[in-house]
């Protein structure tokens, strides 16, 4: 009985705070983005006297010669190349630090951790992309957003593959398959719960962003979905309904892959977290 009532307790804990957290403040932006500009600039939490959801919906759209259309192509763009480029990289790297153990293997690790905890410096990345001539570029854009979440994901596939067998590798090795063919017909299968936990986690991450691409990709031709934001505020006045309806459908996509991909992400996790 006491452990029932301990049960009930947390999940009526963890609902209200997913509650307050989570769907309240949806539910506000949603419909902050279904008034008007006079009765949303009141920012109460009710609902609108009269619907104007398509006519912000399409003002949002065509805002600055349709700028979110090619901020969402630039997003996806974005995301798809560097979470594929920092998955392999990653995976290869946790591989080789976590079957070939080296003395160099404390530092290395040392360096992964304090990639997670120093954050980048903003000036001296911008003085260094100037120098080599690739600031303002996707392709320079890709290579930082890689190297942000490079750390994250060496250390989740790290802890994946100290639960997968060296005899998978023995028999690979056995049957005549080089290293890389052993890696990518192998190992990387058997890798593709966390595999799947990282592309999505690492995809919220980078499609989420704000920072990086304003400082490293400055431009309206570069602009992310995140930067479309500043369409509807300026310094003396903000379009709190045209705001809320741009944040609406800057978390929409993010929202359904969550949702869709909930229990592959939790699955991963587990899975690497068990040995």
Known sequence: MKEASLSLLRHLVASVICLVVFVLPFVFIALTAMKDSQEASLLEF???????????LTEVLSARDFQIVRAFVNSVVLTVTSVTLVTVVA?????????????????????VLTK??????????????????????FGSMILLEATFHFAFCVMLFRAFLSTVPRELDEAATLDGASP???FFGV?????RPVVVTAVIVTSVAVFNDF???L???????????QLTLFNFQSQYNTEWNLLAMDVLLI??????????????????MAAGAVK
């Open 46 to 56: 009710s609902l609108p006297t009269s619907w104007h959801f398509l006519e912000n």
């Open 91 to 111: 995976a290869m790297a946790a591989f080789v630090l976590q079957r070939r153990p080296s003395r160099l293997n404390g530092m290395i690790n040392f360096l």
């Open 116 to 137: 997670l905890i120093i954050p980048p410096a903003i000036v001296p990345t911008i003085w260094t992309l100037q120098g080599l001539g690739i600031y303002r570029t």
């Open 180 to 182: 890389v063919r052993m």
């Open 187 to 191: 190992v990387l299968p058997v890798m």
């Open 211 to 213: 920072t990086n691409p």
């Open 215 to 225: 400082y490293f990709l400055p431009g309206d031709d570069n602009a992310t979905l």
């Open 251 to 268: 978390t929409v996509p993010p929202l359904i892959a969550f949702l869709f991909f909930n229990r592959r992400i939790i699955a991963g």
